[in-house]
């Protein structure tokens, strides 16, 4: 099985093991993973026995997760050949995805209008959704939204409280972009219905562990949220943190999760296929260079100089994909209104498929191709209508004009994604394909 050894700070370092050593320079706290009531038994009296110490232990259905401090690393490793445990791993520890503050004023958010998130203002859902973050300060924008709290951090739990002592005030901030108030003061949430539930699983630093989000997410699933948001992420992906990712997908549950700012490959749980992963654009629709991209992005969201909630009624600027996200958790909330299947993984699809059937192309800032991501729009989610009309104009580099159905640009992003040029006509759904490089697919 695979374990990892990582400690994340701004940027995070891991190693993975099959096979290998188990490395614990840096951390001696292991997750044991058990999956039957008879191997867990089992497991307890051969840590009584080794007089190794039992942190805490927790269930998600049945997978059971045990928290150890030890540096003898090769009787973790022999309890997973003798099969005492299923698996084991490193308990890492992740950090919330911000980058700057900028404290300034402004009525209505530009995210809001860019993604016409303003034109649903009318639309209630009182949708549960879990914020698991650095937690909730005071501000009167948000108050009123909270439905629940708890803390899980480092090993403990707290219920009903989940202070924000973030400097940033990381979690107060996003869940303001969710939810803050519709009124004539302060700003304005993609969602000002919603029902929040505050899971603080990232300390004052921004940083926790794996296990802790383990719990804040299971604390969510009991409470039966709809949407979980995770502005938060870590270099090297967990096997263990997937599996409790599946039981939430398998659950209807959707998670969405900040693609990271590393400028580079995207960070977990985002590239999870469990999750809905979340890049940042700027108000110009440009992806800026430190959001992390790749493959496993769906949707690119409002993530430059947004206007939010922080502590003791103040409010300011931060930028990440920490606060692209929310927006897009926010969205959801509103679609969840026209989706009428069952909790499944089902629904997870049809979001994930929504979201990105309403957005438009993104536009790289050297204008010279675009990423199979497109730019979040809240209203067209919601309305389940596509963002190009139902065929486009295609100039090929001879001249000739060819029309496309959109089934055929979508056959085109699955061969060569970042071969295509679009340049908006209008503001009315119309966009022109300037550019293929393989002509010759053109002109079958």
């Known amino acids: 099985m695979r374990t990892f050894l990582s400690f994340i700070l701004v940027f995070l370092f891991s190693l993975t093991i099959q096979q290998r050593e188990i490395q614990a320079e840096t951390s001696d706290n292991y997750i044991l993973h058990t999956t039957s ?43 997973i050949k003798e099969k005492v445990i299923t698996d084991a791993e490193i308990n890492q520890k992740v950090q919330n995805q911000v980058l700057t503050k900028a404290p300034s004023y402004q009525p209505l958010p530009w995210g809001i209008t860019y993604t ?40 403990s739990k707290l219920e009903g409280q989940a202070i924000d002592d973030d400097a940033k005030f990381h ?11 519709h009124d004539t003061k302060g700003t304005v949430g993609v969602d000002p219905t919603a029902r929040l539930y ?20 299971k604390w969510a699933m009991t409470e039966k949220v709809d949407v979980v948001n995770m502005s938060l992420g870590m270099t090297e992906k967990s ?9 939430a997908y398998d659950s209807g549950v959707i998670v969405v999760a900040s693609a990271g700012n590393n400028s580079g490959a ?25 959001s992390s991209f790749g493959s496993e992005v769906d949707v690119l969201a409002p993530g430059v100089s947004i206007y939010s909630t922080l502590g003791n009624n103040q409010y300011g600027n931060l930028s990440g994909t920490s606060m692209a996200t929310p927006y897009v958790t926010g969205t959801i909330s509103k ?40 730019r979040l729009n809240t209203k067209r989610s919601y309305d389940g209508s596509s963002y190009m009309a139902h065929t486009i104009s295609v100039q090929n580099s001879n001249g000739s004009i060819r029309i496309l159905s959109i089934y055929d640009v979508n056959e085109i992003k699955k061969i060569s994604p970042r071969n295509i040029l679009l340049t908006s006509l209008d503001r009315v759904e119309k966009y022109q394909l300037k550019k293929i490089w393989n002509d010759k697919w053109l002109k079958k």
């Open 116 to 155: 016409q998130a303003d034109q649903l203002f009318g639309v209630g859902t009182q949708r549960k959704i879990a914020i698991l973050d650095t937690g909730i300060a005071y501000n009167e924008d948000i108050n009123s939204s909270i439905a629940k709290k708890a803390t899980f951090i480092n090993g």
């Open 171 to 181: 979690g107060t901030h996003v869940a303001g972009i969710i939810a803050a108030k």
């Open 37 to 79: 009531v008879e191997q867990q038994q089992l497991l307890q009296k051969e840590l009584n026995d080794l007089s190794i110490n039992i942190k805490e232990s927790f269930s998600i259905n049945e997978h059971t997760f045990t928290i150890v401090r030890t540096n003898q690393s090769e009787v973790i490793h022999q309890l």
């Open 198 to 217: 505050i899971a603080k699983v990232l300390n004052k630093n921004g940083i926790g562990y794996v296990s802790d989000i383990f719990k804040g997410l």
């Open 335 to 374: 679609m969840l209104n026209k989706y009428e299947g069952n909790r499944t993984s089902a629904r997870v699809n049809w979001v994930k498929q929504r979201l990105q059937k309403a957005s438009s192309f993104y536009i790289k800032a050297d204008g010279t191709a675009t990423s199979h991501a497109g």
């Open 239 to 247: 096997d263990l943190f997937e599996t409790v990712l599946k039981e």
């Open 266 to 290: 995207v960070q977990y749980p985002a590239s999870s296929a469990y999750t809905i992963a979340v890049g940042a654009h700027d108000e110009s629709g440009r992806m800026p260079s430190w």
